[in-house]
């Protein structure tokens, strides 16, 4: 293969890039309503090809998508556990960057050190997609962004509100604010705010707050995570410090009258979200989280430089 694109972070696709995903992302969406998952796109854009996943963290959701996104593009799926693999046992991510270009299409990783992430692009020669690292999820918003639009809402100009942790999901959140025009309001306690420098990458469109009433008010959508990502330690203190961020009814109604519940799952209630937003009529997760298929499935035909 000569011509490909990784999907490191959000900026590798651009606001261009994006805006030709998300549309084929729907398109394609609507193409298949109805029909078996497991049947094959009439196109089948990626006959031939073969991803592989590399898992050195839990999934469900990263893990089931890609596979049968994958499948319906006409293609193949190798999912592994790092642990199983040379990689475990210390092998560099350099050679088995080059050993796996040897054998598959495009690499997807999941990994706790976004280095490595970048050092397997750098070594790869087919297209590398990050499913997931501590600093960023770009797969996650990509499919976040997909979900908002099928409610009819125009991007640019949203007020989104953030309350919890300043993780690696609300770090993908910020550069999609930059590069499509809405805001990002971040509520988090001190001490888990996100690094200045992904609020800069927000290029003004990030703002962080103590106050999570004042994320909320007239927001259009409400977003949240785990308070503990996969890797950190389980500290009460923690959790003590993110209890007054929860997404209660109480703020939900703080926003717009019509706002919206994100949550990119693994889901706690009665931590990060209470169980009756998560599970009422505001919540749009169970959409976000199909969303991940229809979105990765253009996100990797973007990588083969069939779209944007
Ligand atoms: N949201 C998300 O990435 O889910 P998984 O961890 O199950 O893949
Ligand atoms: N912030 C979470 C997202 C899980 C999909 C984590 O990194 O564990």
């Given at each position: ?21 998300l549309a084929d992302a729907g398109a394609r969406k609507g193409a ?262 229809h979105?990765?499935?253009s ?8 779209i944007?």
């Amino acid at each position: 293969m000569t011509e490909f694109r990784s999907f490191l972070s959000l900026s590798d696709a651009g606001e261009d890039g994006l805006a030709a995903i998300l549309a084929d992302a729907g398109a394609r969406k609507g193409a298949r309503a109805g029909w078996p998952k497991g049947r094959v796109d009439a196109d089948a854009p990626l006959r031939d090809c073969v991803l592989a996943m590399v898992f050195e963290k839990n999934s469900t959701r990263t893990r089931v998508s890609f596979d049968v996104g994958m499948r319906q593009l006409g293609g193949q799926t190798i999912v592994m556990e790092a642990g199983q693999m040379q990689l475990g046992r210390g092998e560099p991510v350099s050679d088995t960057a080059r050993v796996l270009s040897g054998y598959v299409d495009a690499i997807m990783l999941r990994t706790d050190d976004h280095a490595k992430l970048e050092n397997l692009a750098a070594h790869a020669s087919v297209p590398v997609i990050n499913g997931l690292t501590d600093r960023s999820h770009p797969c996650q918003i990509v499919a976040d962004l997909l979900t908002i639009q099928e409610t009819g809402r125009a991007l640019p100009g949203l007020k989104v509100a953030w309350l919890g942790d300043g993780n690696n999901v609300l770090a993908s959140l910020i550069e999609a604010a930059a590069l499509l025009r809405f805001d990002v309001i971040a509520a988090c306690p001190q001490g888990f705010q996100p690094d200045e420098a992904v609020v800069t990458e927000g290029r003004g469109r990030a703002r962080v707050v103590a106050s999570p009433h004042e994320a909320v008010e007239g927001a259009d959508l409400i977003v949240t995570d785990s308070w503990i990502s996969m890797g950190q330690a389980h500290a009460d203190t923690k959790l003590a410090a993110m209890l007054p961020y929860q997404v209660t009814a109480d703020l939900m109604a703080r926003a717009k009258p019509d706002a919206s519940f994100l949550h990119c799952l693994p889901a706690h209630r009665g931590e990060e979200v209470a169980t009756d937003v998560i599970d009422g009529p505001r919540s749009l997760v169970w959409a976000e989280a199909e969303n991940r298929l229809h979105a990765q499935k253009s996100i990797l035909r973007w990588c083969f430089g069939q779209i944007g």
